[in-house]
């Protein structure tokens, strides 16, 4: 077999023994429900044969209780009619859901007691597919043993009779007892017949922990291609049913399927992850690790897996190769996973058939998997992230993707969903408070600012932040702050300086990349640095230009262009540490050196910055004049920065 032995499911086998030797013989089943055999017991009576066939007979074999039963017959659909219309309490569907199942030569029959219609198909041969092989194009069959000919898979062409009897043209029961699955007949046929069998054939295998028959197995491998033209509902049906079992992912991956229909996860292998952060290594064995551990939780859902799958889906366009470390960075692909997910596997041209409701929640979590959901503080967005819809499919992928060790484990993470709870409980509440914004709040607010575009809604943004985090007590009262905020900054613009307040979300995975926020600094205050891992200020730490950049050396071109400018600026350590002075800057920076064994941007302030020492001043960052400020913060060394600095006012 090319596949491991841990597919054998050993206690299956061993029921289907023991059964065996107590003498119950397989070929005799529980008979169906009685509302069902009377139904058959009326075709019989009338001349024709009829059996349970499919998933109901194999389930039965497995000892397991059947969804649904389904039937087949040698009688045609308008003799079907006849013996239904003379049965009280059972009736023949008409309709145009019925009329589409009459061209696969399948009945609708309403069954007492049954909520559904039970599906009765006459025998049938198929001649082939038509619509994206949507669209099976059969003529009738005399026999069961021709209609089992153009089964799918064994275990699923046996039939029952209404007496329990099992009908097995194909050797399912065998290949049950032996623990294999094999398609019916030549398996490169049956999968050219129809590709999406393939897909059955391993769904079949991780669901009952069952390995392939090698010639199966092979054949699937060997054909993988063809998935590429089935549907996308077809693929999304059965591919979600995979996804979801333990293995899954892992057989679609190594038979060829999944790489087939999605480039993302060709040569998976090649991209290397940071061992500290991620043990399990190349980006293959994180998908591996995330869907093991994801097939263990008891509440996943189809659309969870289908979210999991699609989680990483822009690491490969985001890599970056380390040459010191030997590992691979991926920084942005959370935002840029979700932006791949609508371009590029949405109905139009993706090989899977999703509602837009769906794909945005995919896309959703995809892009807030990482810091956004493990290091956002601000309340409306916490509790806007906890709101969303996608949340449930969010926690799903976290679950899974921390693999029980990352990020603290499972401990870790229900702490953060227990704040995530509490600041949006809390934010719940002071809405309850205030109430919902009033009628044409809106235009207010683009009247009194003197707003319009994109400052509208930031307007509204930081208004709303106001009411729900409780700072004021009405969005009145939060209209007469932002003015007269506004109306102070104003006044003082010629003392604004943009520059960097807080960067928290450097994970050690994408430690040469860079997530920058802008804040305003004003006249009259100073900033107090609240934390460093190492414990030291140093040239990262003053932010100079707004940017992402996804190498040292598009960074470091980037900066030997900017002219740096900064006049009469005392920085001194917030601990006491390091007094920088007086900074009088008007130049460029130097040449890209690799050789000092460090990042080169932790050099940088070796041209910047003078005066090292006297660690008795205060804290302090004070400006008197107009400052110009451009430039970078680099993370080189450590894994998790979480460098803040508190606006405090000079008395």
């Known amino acids: 077999m090319s596949q491991d032995d841990d597919f054998f ?138 209609d089992s000919e153009r089964r ?46 393939m897909i059955r ?51 679609l991956m190594e038979t060829g399927v999944l790489p087939v229909l999605m480039p993302e996860f060709r040569n998976m292998e090649q991209y290397q992850h940071k061992l500290d952060y991620h043990p399990e290594g190349s980006l293959y064995n994180h998908y591996i690790e995330v869907f093991r551990e994801f097939t263990t ?47 590029k596997y949405n109905n139009e041209i993706g090989p899977f058939e999703f509602s837009k409701k769906e794909l945005q929640a995919i896309a959703w979590v995809a892009d807030n998997h990482l810091g956004k959901f493990w290091e956002m503080k601000k309340p409306m967005k916490v509790s806007a ?3 969303n819809d996608g949340f449930p499919l969010l926690v799903e992928v976290i679950q899974g993707d921390m693999m029980g060790i990352r990020r603290g484990g499972k401990d870790q993470l229900q702490i953060r969903l227990k704040e ?3 600041i949006t409980d809390k934010v719940n509440a002071q809405r309850a408070k205030t109430g919902n914004r009033p009628k044409d709040f809106a235009r207010r607010v683009i009247q009194e600012l003197n707003v319009k575009n994109q400052e509208i809604s930031i307007a509204l943004t930081e208004i709303e932040e106001m009411v729900s985090t409780g700072q004021v007590q009405s969005y009145d009262e939060a209209l007469e702050v932002l003015k007269t905020k506004r109306q102070g900054k104003s006044a003082e613009s010629k003392h604004l300086l943009t520059g960097i307040s807080s960067i928290t979300n450097m994970n050690a995975e994408e430690d040469s990349h860079y997530y920058l926020k802008t804040v305003t600094f004003e006249k009259g205050y100073y900033f107090k640095k609240l934390g460093h891992p190492e414990g030291g200020l140093n040239s990262s730490e003053i932010f100079i230009r707004e940017g992402i950049f996804t190498s040292q050396e598009s960074a470091y071109a980037d900066l030997q262009k900017t002219l740096l400018v900064i006049d009469n600026l005392t920085v001194l350590h917030n601990e006491g540490k ?45 400006w008197d004049n107009d400052l110009n400020i451009n430039g970078y913060r680099f993370n080189d060394q450590i894994g998790h920065w979480n460098i803040q600095y508190k606006k405090v006012k000079i008395l």
């Open 9 to 146: 499911n050993d206690d299956l086998l061993e029921k289907l023994y023991l059964a065996e030797q107590n003498g119950e013989s397989m070929k005799m089943l529980t008979p169906p429900p009685a509302e069902i055999k009377d139904l058959m017991d009326a075709f019989e009576d009338n001349g024709y044969e009829i059996l349970v066939v499919g998933g109901a007979v194999r389930d039965l074999i497995l000892m397991l209780n059947p969804k649904d039963y389904d039937l087949a017959t040698n009688a045609k659909p308008n003799q079907i009619k006849e013996v239904v219309d003379g049965l009280k309490g059972y009736r023949y569907v008409l309709g145009p859901q019925a009329e589409k199942s009459l061209v696969n030569l399948t009945s609708l029959v309403n069954v007492p007691n049954q909520t559904e219609a039970i599906e009765i198909t006459t025998y049938r041969r198929e001649l082939g597919y038509a619509g994206g092989r949507t669209k099976g194009i059969f003529e009738p069959a005399d026999t069961f043993d021709e």
């Open 152 to 197: 799918d898979l064994t275990i699923n062409a046996m039939g029952m009779t209404a007496d329990g009897v099992v009908i097995d043209p194909q050797g399912g029961l065998d290949d049950l007892q032996k623990g294999v699955i094999r398609a019916v007949g030549d398996p490169t046929r049956r999968f050219v017949e129809d590709p999406l069998r």
């Open 201 to 251: 054939a391993i769904r079949f295998s991780v669901r009952f922990e069952l390995p392939i028959d090698e010639e199966t197995y092979q054949a699937i491998v060997s054909n993988a291609d063809l998935v590429s033209t089935l549907s996308g509902r077809r693929l999304r049906d059965e591919i979600g049913k995979v996804l979801v079992e333990p293995n899954g992912y892992k057989l």
């Open 297 to 343: 939780m008891l509440n996943r859902t189809e659309m969870g897996a289908w979210a999991l799958l699609f989680h990483d889906i822009a690491k490969p366009q985001t890599a970056e190769w380390n040459e010191v470390g030997g590992y691979h960075t991926f920084y942005g692909h959370d935002k840029q996973g979700g932006q791949l997910i609508l371009e």
């Open 385 to 387: 992230m906890r709101s």
């Open 420 to 422: 995530i709870n509490e």
């Open 578 to 622: 390091y007094n920088f002075g007086i900074l009088n800057i008007n130049k460029k920076v130097p040449p890209l050196n690799n050789e000092t064994g460090w990042s080169p941007y932790s050099r940088l302030g070796e041209s910047i910055f003078q005066n090292f020492g006297n660690p008795e001043k205060p804290v302090e960052y004070i």
